[in-house]
């Protein structure tokens, strides 16, 4: 439900989260038992053995992840990062906000009944829910079970906006008429009238606009100043492609987590440009 009749807009929010939280901990109160002292599972071989299903993993775009941490939205899910501040570039790890005390988070939230209430959530960061869903699951915490989101945080949340920045700064209809001479080739999917019309894409969409962007923009004058060098504009796209697609491997290591900072820093040394352009 919408709340379409609760005309307070700060009253509906608050309202469509305690509900959100009530419908989830209805769903989960099954697991609460098992969790703690286990229940016997059969697996494939006949074997019985004594297993603790627990809530360990929240996959979701970030409003969800926001909605099930009780975080305002603009702030970060996992930890202090306040509002305005998540594009800020930390290339120390060392000097990264800590994360979110679960112990701390459960004091807070404990009393919803006394004074201040919602204050004192407000000065935790967090928003004033009534019995969050995770309080009482078994070995559960809602901050560190949210998740990297190839296709929210990655096509969706960042290269859509990329594909944006390119369409004006370099014009719809060249983009298109490049993408659609592009010569048949593996694994390359060909947009036959272009895809900067398209609309609502899919994250496979996303991922075939991808292999092929950069070669489309790599000699493209700016439309507005053509004169002006686009190698700022190459480097930054080129960034985040290379980021999206080091956060994809199936497993990391020192190596690869320093490419994928490195190749953060260079966006970030780049990234100026899109405001000068507009």
């Given at each position: ?210 292999r092929i962007i950069l070669g489309i923009i790599i000699d493209i004058p700016i439309k ?55």
């Open positions: 439900t919408s709340l379409s009749h609760v005309t307070n807009d700060a009253a509906r929010r608050r309202m469509k989260a305690n509900l959100f939280h009530r419908c989830l901990q209805f769903i989960l109160k099954p697991i609460i038992e098992p969790g703690i002292n286990g229940i016997s599972m059969r697996s494939g071989n006949g074997i019985e053995y004594s297993c603790h299903p627990i809530f360990a993993i929240h996959v979701g775009d970030y409003p969800e992840q926001c909605e099930v941490t009780c975080v305002p939205c603009g702030s970060c899910p996992t930890c202090f990062t306040t509002k305005g501040h998540l594009g800020e570039w930390v290339p120390d790890w060392i000097k990264n906000p800590p994360l979110y005390d679960l112990g701390m988070i459960l004091d807070v939230m404990d009393n919803p009944f006394q004074e201040n209430w919602p204050q004192r959530c407000k000065n935790a960061g967090l928003r004033p829910v009534f019995n969050p869903y995770w309080k009482d699951l078994p070995f559960a915490d809602p901050f560190l079970s949210i998740t990297p989101d190839i296709l929210h945080q990655q096509y969706q949340g960042i290269l859509k906006h990329v594909i944006l920045w390119l369409k004006k700064i370099y014009g719809s209809a060249e983009i298109d008429a490049r993408a659609s001479r592009l010569p048949p080739n593996h694994h390359i999917r060909i947009f036959k009238n272009g895809f900067c019309s398209l609309s609502r894409l899919t994250g496979r969409e996303h991922a075939d606009i991808c507005k100043q053509p004169t002006r060098s686009t190698s700022q504009i190459i480097r930054a796209v080129r960034a985040l492609l290379d980021f999206a697609y080091l956060a994809q491997y199936p497993v990391h290591s020192t190596h690869t987590l320093n490419q994928m900072m490195d190749a953060l820093g260079q966006f970030h040394e780049n990234k100026d440009v899109f405001i000068e352009l507009g």
